[in-house]
């Protein structure tokens, strides 16, 4: 007998939608069976008109730099994403930096996580010495900065080649951010010059920046025949230049982010410091070509770069002073299947790859997580489409619910109904149905 039978929902396997019913037990995909099938199960659910996306795989995620992982995974799993790959800064912990570090986020996880969570190691320029027991640890990428990150620290030229050296020795992947510093300065300078406020966010960090800085990366990584992956890109420009180094043989991934592409620098304009992130959000032009991008493939895969900052936070000086980022990990699948599939006419198999599949194999997880296959765990991302629906911060669960964020009263088609990890049903309609649930995935290169 199986645990679970989830009936009649347009299932997103790797060989496309197929109308399926799915069995689980012991928290494993264990069939996928027709939908005439008639088999003995403790629970049956029917998700007919529903469409099953494997669990999301958020690659970028910061759940724990304003909050914890309670109210991250909450978010987290309100949206369909199953597995969370947090990054290893935090604006109240330890950057994970060593063994020990690493043990107290596992802890965490472990306490109060719903969904299921992988991790990514620190490391500082010229202190590589921890690299191989975060590794043997299992964190499934290293996080870089080439560009300021304050107490983080940034890669020069130099250290950074030392980084791709030992990248390779370990086999692990290096993510970075990547923009010039020296242009986001002077760029940054002349808008504070010229007492430019909000408006004036995308040409202090030019797309010029993010261009320099991931070729500047994936020369290096060539010469070392190093992975690495370029984070939240902005524009198709730096996709463009991605597609040059794989031709040569370089094994780089490149990652955006909902925000590119369902926002434009516009909501910077009517959100100010709300909407500020980095790289900034760019010219509706752009968006069209990043959509581009993703219907191409060129995009592997998407992350949220969620951050819940405070009103106060927000406010405190002027724009310029005030932190970059905000919250949207519970709308990556409504955003892209709203704008994407709906508006765009993005294919359903394309949208798991770039939301599971992809982050699943980039980050050594494709194990157990990324794909409705039998044998890998059972977790589900369940999509009304029929549902069209309002967000409001105050429905959600941020620890900050502010009104002034750019997603603020914005539609969309497409809500999630149902979330299972582990073949456990862990949001439905509303409600959060499980307490401490997540575990830690270690990755597997």
Same mark, same amino acid.
């Given at each position: 007998m199986?645990?679970?039978l ?5 299932t997103v ?13 012991n928290?494993k ?15 049956v659910?029917?998700?007919?008109g ?5 669990g ?8 724990t ?16 994403v199953?597995?969370l ?12 930096f060593?063994q ?8 965490s996880?472990?306490e ?5 969570c992988?991790?990514y190691?620190?490391v500082?320029?010229?202190q ?6 975060l590794?043997?640890?299992g964190?499934a990428?290293?996080?870089v ?8 620290g ?8 030392r ?38 966010n995308?040409k202090s !960090?030019?797309?010029?920046?993010? *261009?320099? +800085?991931? =070729?500047r990366?994936?020369t /290096?990584? $060539? ?16 996709t ?5 180094? !794989?031709?040569k043989?370089?094994? *780089?991934? +490149?990652? =955006?982010?909902?925000h590119? /592409?369902? $926002?434009?620098h ?17 010219s ?7 959509w581009?991008s993703? +219907?191409s493939?060129?995009i ?7 951050a ?6 927000k406010?405190a ?8 980022g905000f919250?949207?990990?519970d709308?990556?699948l ?8 709906c ?36 977790d ?11 967000f409001?911060a105050?429905?959600?669960f ?9 997603y603020?009263?914005?539609?969309f088609?497409?809500?999630v109904?149902n ?6 049903q862990?949001?439905q ?17």
């Open positions: 199986f645990d679970l989830i009936k009649n929902g347009l396997i790797p060989a496309g939608p197929r109308l399926l019913s799915i069995a689980v037990r928290g995909i264990a069939g996928l069976l027709d939908t005439e099938s008639e088999v003995p199960a403790k629970e659910l029917d998700f007919t529903k469409i099953i996306f494997p999301l795989i958020d690659s970028h995620a910061h759940v730099y304003c909050a914890d992982f309670s109210s991250g995974s909450h978010t987290a799993a309100s949206g369909g199953t597995t790959v947090e990054m290893p800064q935090s604006g109240h912990l330890p950057s994970v060593d020990d570090t690493l043990s107290g986020r596992i802890a996880i472990q109060c996580s719903v969904v299921d992988a991790l190691g620190g500082r320029a010229g590589l010495e921890h690299m191989e027991e590794v043997k640890g964190v990428a290293f996080k900065f080439l560009s300021d990150a304050g107490d983080y940034s890669f020069d030229d130099a250290s950074l080649l980084l791709m050296q030992a990248s390779r020795r370990y086999n692990c992947l290096v993510a970075a951010h990547a923009e010039s510093q020296p242009i986001c300065a002077m760029e940054t300078q002349d808008m504070i010059a010229a007492q430019k406020g909000a408006e004036g995308s !960090r030019p797309v010029i920046s993010e *261009v320099l +800085a991931a =070729t990366l994936c /290096l990584a $060539l010469h070392e025949h190093a992975r690495v992956s370029i984070c939240h890109i902005s524009s198709r420009q730096v463009r230049i991605i597609q040059e180094f !794989r031709r043989g370089l094994q *780089v991934y +490149a990652e =955006t982010c909902p590119y /592409l369902l $926002l434009s516009d909501d910077v304009a009517r959100h100010g410091a709300w909407a500020k992130c980095a790289p900034p959000l760019r509706q032009n752009t968006v069209d070509g990043l581009e993703v +219907a493939g060129e592997d895969m998407v992350g949220s770069d969620h819940t900052y405070s009103d106060a936070q406010s000086g002027s724009f310029w002073s005030a932190p970059g919250p949207g990990l709308l990556i409504p955003g892209l299947y709203s704008e994407g599939v508006q765009r006419g993005l294919p359903l198999s394309l949208l798991a790859q770039i939301t599971a599949s992809n982050p699943a194999r980039i980050f050594g997880l494709d194990y157990c997580k990324g794909s409705i296959e039998i044998g890998k765990d059972a589900f991302a369940v999509l009304d489409p029929s549902i069209r629906w309002e409001h105050s429905g959600t941020y620890d900050t619910k502010s009104t002034h964020y750019p603020e009263g914005k539609t088609q497409g809500k109904t979330t299972f990890v582990r073949g456990r862990i949001w309609d509303g409600k959060i149905l499980a307490g401490r649930h997540g575990k830690y995935i270690p990755a597997r290169h």
